[in-house]
């Protein structure tokens, strides 16, 4: 699997706090892979540093062979790498329609017309067409959070970032949200998934890495990974480790 992303040694501190400590990690094109850890352990910090939301204290972040370390937010745009938010926040007079263009646009885009036609082919495909017109605030937790994967995938990604887009969701809504992931991923997307729900790592993961107060503690198969004796001690717990280990 050739490399799309490599990580050398990127660290960030706010202040007196160490939220990211030399994290290296290569991720490779067509990946999707769990990023997993406590909360607090620096997850949307390294999605702000990748993204250019804030910048690395020190390290390298290198995509498709290019530095992008001090790339601003619509670089990192334009160059194929999206996002979603863990608190979604579209513009709520606008329609949901125009919360996806606008994504179009910010990375790039071929003007407002075109920005249009993606924003419908994406709201088409995360299953919203019937509420392209409404404004983003009458939308429903699980709706928004599909207008936040619709406004993503308006940006043409080559790299995803999916921040706990199952949170808050029902058990059919989530079920729902992994054929979507699935989808995507099968149409060459590499997806970077931060996620709590276990199930769902488990199940659509090829690989995952563990963060723990900013450090990688394990980067394997899913199986290695639940059954490593730091990731259960730091985040998983026993009696998953032993209902997972049960299952296997
Ligand atoms: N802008 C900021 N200024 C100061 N401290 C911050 C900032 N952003 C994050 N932090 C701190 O950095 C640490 C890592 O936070 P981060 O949100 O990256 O963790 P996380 O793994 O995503 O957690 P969660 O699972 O709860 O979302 C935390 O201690 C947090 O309080």
């Known amino acids: 699997m050739s490399e799309l992303m490599k990580l050398e040694a990127v660290s960030r501190r706010f202040g007196g706090l160490q939220a990211l400590q030399d994290v290296t990690l290569s991720i490779g094109r067509g990946e999707v892979l769990g990023l997993i850890g406590p909360n607090g352990a620096g997850k949307t910090t390294l999605v702000n540093v990748i993204t250019g939301v804030h910048r690395a204290s020190a390290g390298r972040v290198v995509f498709e062979g290019r530095d992008i370390t001090r790339y601003r937010p619509y670089e990192t745009a334009r160059n194929g790498i999206a996002r979603t938010f863990q608190i979604v926040q579209p513009f709520p007079e606008l329609s949901v329609l125009q919360n996806v263009a606008a994504a179009a646009l910010f990375s790039g885009g071929d003007g407002l017309r075109a920005a249009n036609r993606v924003a419908a082919e994406k709201l088409e495909f995360v299953g919203l067409s019937a509420v392209a017109d409404k404004p983003a605030a009458s939308l429903t937790l699980a709706m928004r959070k599909r207008l936040e994967l619709a406004k993503a995938l308006a ?70 990974v639940v059954s490593d004796r730091r990731v259960v001690e730091a985040y998983l717990g026993k009696k998953y480790a032993q209902v997972a280990s049960e299952g296997a």
């Open 155 to 224: 940006m043409n990604p080559k790299l995803l970032f999916l921040d706990e887009v199952n949170a808050g969701l029902n058990s059919a809504e989530v079920e729902q949200a992994m054929g979507l992931i699935r989808q995507i991923a099968g149409g060459g997307v590499t997806i970077v998934l931060i996620e709590h729900l276990m199930k769902v790592v488990m199940s659509v993961c090829s690989r995952i890495v563990v963060l723990q107060n900013g450090a990688l503690i394990a980067d394997g198969s899913p199986s290695e």
